[in-house]
């Protein structure tokens, strides 16, 4: 509490780094207590506290009154305070729409990994409707949703033999992904934070999206580093 000049520890809590997810509203937290081996809630004032799964690989809010609990099978599943478990169907999944039903999910074909959307409600319907992102890429690969849930950011290579890349948004409303960024024709060869799933980070009110980028170093030249946000 910054303005209260006050702290709240986290008892029994590892150290937090992709372990704390806060809720929409800021209001509450999960975590991981390293004590008892379990995935937690509370509110940030330390009250409220309650145990949500000792059999969890992660916890996130997928509303401020919903959880998305990852199973360590990767499993995903919905569940709420007064409400049932709701299983996903989203084997393969790397990610989860906020507020929705949309995964982002990896397959694999004649060699080649594949990022695509995929709305988990009608996955076995013959028609699924299917957003095609492109082929997986080594240090292009990041991919975030915005905290409302609305659209997906993702880095997005040139070609697969091109580690130049730039960003993308796609909105499973219209399904069609537009280019954010146009960072080839201003610096040239470059490469942009994608190296994990959640290395793109949006603004709290999901208008803004913030990375870095740096050109790639010239053989022939002197090593350079840069930035764009």
């Known amino acids: 509490d910054v303005d209260g000049r006050r702290r709240y520890p986290l008892d029994g809590a590892v150290p937090c780094g992709t372990n704390c997810h806060l809720s929409p509203d800021a209001k509450t937290i999960t975590y991981l207590d390293g004590d008892e081996g379990t995935y937690n809630v509370r509110a940030l004032d330390g009250t409220g506290e309650r145990v949500i799964s000792d059999a969890a690989s992660d916890v996130f809010f997928w509303s401020n009154d919903t959880l998305l609990v990852w199973t360590p099978a990767q499993r995903p599943y919905l569940i709420g305070e007064n409400q049932p478990r709701y299983d996903l169907d989203a084997s393969g999944a ?131 580093a840069g930035a764009a946000s």
Request: hydrophobic fraction near 40%; aromatic fraction near 8%.
């Open 94 to 224: 790397v990610s989860i729409q906020p507020g929705g039903l949309w995964a982002l999910l990896m397959t694999y074909s004649d060699g080649v990994f594949t990022r695509q959307l995929v709305n988990t409600a009608l996955r076995r319907a013959p028609d699924a409707p299917t957003i095609v992102l492109g082929a997986e890429a080594r240090y292009a690969n990041g991919a975030v949703w915005s905290p409302d849930g609305t659209a997906l950011a993702y880095v997005q290579p040139l070609s697969a033999d091109d580690p130049t890349a730039e960003l993308y948004l796609v909105r499973p409303s219209d399904r069609t992904p537009q280019p954010l960024t146009e960072l080839t024709a201003t610096y040239g060869a470059h490469r942009i934070g994608g190296t994990s799933t959640n290395s793109l980070s949006w603004s709290p009110d999901s208008q803004r999206i913030a990375f870095w980028a740096a050109p790639l170093a010239d053989p022939s030249k002197p090593a350079e």
